[in-house]
């Protein structure tokens, strides 16, 4: 059974840098897409940033050129760097995967939606003060 789980959450200033880490423990699959979605209070969950298993990426604009995601495939644990923050960015950010088998699921990757992802973390918050 896959259990995703993230840490690294916290309070920083508007302008600092966190990084999230996520663990997927069980996961054991070749072909995957994973990635970082957040959703706002009152606002529709986002995909931030995807990573799949050959290593293509997809950013949302919002993030892009500020966030990086990375993975340690010999860990099985995903990053979400994130530097130069905005308040804008305060959210709980959840760690996400796609874990389906079939070759051509990874061209889906890309488009960072929620419902091509079966397993979820609980989510972590993330707190940008101006």
């Known amino acids: 059974q896959v259990q995703v789980v993230e840490s690294g959450g916290g309070l920083v200033q508007a302008g600092g840098s966190l990084r999230l880490s996520c663990g997927a423990s069980?996961?054991?699959?070749?072909?995957?897409?994973m990635g970082w979605f957040r959703q706002a209070p009152g606002k529709e969950r986002e995909g931030a940033a995807v990573i799949d298993s050959d290593g293509r990426i997809s950013y949302a604009d919002s993030v892009k050129g500020r966030f990086t995601i990375s993975q340690d495939n010999a860990k099985n644990t995903l990053y979400l760097q994130m530097n130069s923050l905005k308040p804008e960015d305060t959210a709980l950010y959840y760690c996400?995967?796609?874990?389906?088998?079939?070759?051509?699921?990874?061209?889906?990757?890309?488009?960072?939606?929620?419902?091509?992802?079966?397993?979820w973390g609980q989510g972590i918050q993330v707190t940008v003060s101006s």
């Open positions: 996400a995967a796609d874990l389906r088998s079939e070759w051509w699921r990874l061209l889906q990757c890309r488009h960072r939606l929620s419902a091509d992802f079966g397993y």
């Open positions: 069980g996961h054991t699959h070749s072909s995957y897409c």
